[in-house]
C-alpha cells in the first residue's frame, strides 16, 4: 500500500455566531466512497484506489463549522484491488491497513488546514494546541 495523492474538493468554513464562553470542537473524519481508477505515475500506468472522504470540525453551541472533502489516491497490489471494492460496496469497509493510513493522512492535511482557516475567522483551532506552563504556587 502506498498513498501517492492527496486533493481537497471542498473546502468551506462558516462562523455563525460570536465565540462566548466554553466552546466544544467535535471532529470527524469519514470515509464516503471508494472507486478503482487508472493512476498514471511517470510512464506507468497502473490501477489504484480513489478514496473520497469528508472531515468535519464543528464548534458547539452552533458557533462555527470547518467541512473539507476530496480524496485520496492509493496503490495498491493489483490482485486486491477487485476484492476491496467488492468489500466496500457490500459493507463500506475497507480493510484495517489501507484505513489507518488513510485517515491518518486525511488528519494530517485536513488538521493543519483547519487551523490555518480558522485563525482566518478568529476561531479557537480546531485541534489543541501545545503549552507551557509554569509552576502553581
Avoid at 505515475?41 to 497502473?46: D, H, I, P, S
Wanted: net charge positive.
Amino acid at each position: 500500500m502506498a498513498i501517492v495523492g492527496f486533493g481537497f474538493t471542498k473546502m468551506l468554513i462558516q462562523r455563525k455566531s460570536e465565540v462566548k464562553g466554553k466552546v466544544n470542537i467535535n471532529n470527524n473524519v469519514s470515509i464516503q466512497d471508494v472507486e478503482e481508477t487508472d493512476l498514471s505515475l511517470g510512464t506507468a500506468k497502473q490501477k489504484g484506489l480513489k478514496i473520497f472522504f469528508e472531515f468535519k470540525s464543528e464548534y458547539q453551541p452552533d458557533i462555527a463549522e470547518i467541512l473539507f472533502e476530496g480524496h485520496v489516491l492509493d496503490v495498491e497490489d493489483p490482485k486486491e484491488l477487485a476484492e476491496i471494492t467488492k468489500g466496500w460496496k457490500k459493507d463500506k469497509k475497507l480493510p484495517k491497513t489501507i484505513m489507518e493510513p488513510v485517515v491518518n493522512s486525511v488528519l494530517m492535511k485536513c488538521n493543519i488546514q483547519a487551523l490555518i482557516m480558522s485563525k482566518e475567522l478568529n476561531l479557537p483551532p480546531p485541534i489543541p494546541l501545545p503549552k507551557v506552563g509554569g509552576k502553581k504556587q
